[in-house]
T-cell receptor, first 111, second 114 residues
């Protein structure tokens, strides 16, 4: 898993509550990404970071925010969770030739 | 222009057979085409990748065939084994100014029967 740790691995939360997912990497990779995976949709990009405090939106960024205060940590926050955000979330970093390495994922259920 | 279309959605193959998964892309700016393998409860793992300057790349039982003019590429798994049962994603990638754009296909669930 190229030294990528996601926490928590599973979470159940109620609609309207804030949720923060954490991604920690030990590879000193510059680029870190958050994807969500849903049946029939593959992996879709939520937000990404190209350096400390440098972030940008992906294709499904509505309802999500991110922060990166250190090279090794990238946080994904759902400000007010909705049922449509029930999904499996993956963090990824990118190596020297553009290859992506993924974490184990966080399964989030919003009830 | 950013889509990657993958087929079939699911595939059942007998042990020892050949598994073939196809993908098509639209944007000719993509310059890196990886395949990822994902087992249940795990993150996707890079399996094999190709750049458009070659038409084929082989690693063990896994081969990517690439047709630049048709904007298509495929994964062939020779001598398929039950342990190959997983979901496979093709992807297309290119380097941007401050990021990598990596677009995934929708995935193919492969089942290899003993």
């Amino acid at each position: 898993d190229a030294g990528i740790t996601q926490s928590p691995r599973h979470k159940v939360t109620e609609t309207g509550t804030p949720v923060t997912l954490r991604c920690h990497q030990t590879e000193n990779h510059r680029y870190m990404y958050w994807y969500r995976q849903d049946p029939g949709h593959g992996l879709r990009l939520i937000h990404y970071s190209y350096g400390v405090k440098d972030t940008d939106k992906g294709e499904v960024s509505d309802g999500y925010s991110v922060s990166r205060s250190k090279t090794e940590d990238f946080l994904l926050t759902l400000e007010s969770a909705t049922s449509s955000q029930t999904s499996v979330y993956f963090c990824a970093t990118f190596g020297q030739v553009g290859e992506a390495f993924f974490g184990q994922g966080t399964r989030l259920t919003v009830v | 222009q950013q889509q990657v279309k993958q087929s079939p959605q699911s595939l059942i193959v007998q042990k020892g057979g050949i598994s073939i998964i196809n993908c098509a892309y639209e944007n000719t700016a993509f310059d890196y085409f990886p395949w990822y393998q994902q087992f249940p409860g795990k993150g996707p793992a890079l399996l094999i990748a190709i750049r458009p300057d070659v038409s084929e790349k082989k690693e063990g039982r896994f081969t990517i065939s690439f047709n630049k003019s048709a904007k298509q590429f495929s994964l062939h798994i020779m001598d398929s084994q039950p342990g190959d049962s997983a979901t496979y994603f093709c992807a297309a990638s290119r380097r941007m100014d401050s990021s990598y754009k990596l677009i995934f296909g929708s995935g193919t669930r492969l089942l290899v029967r003993p």
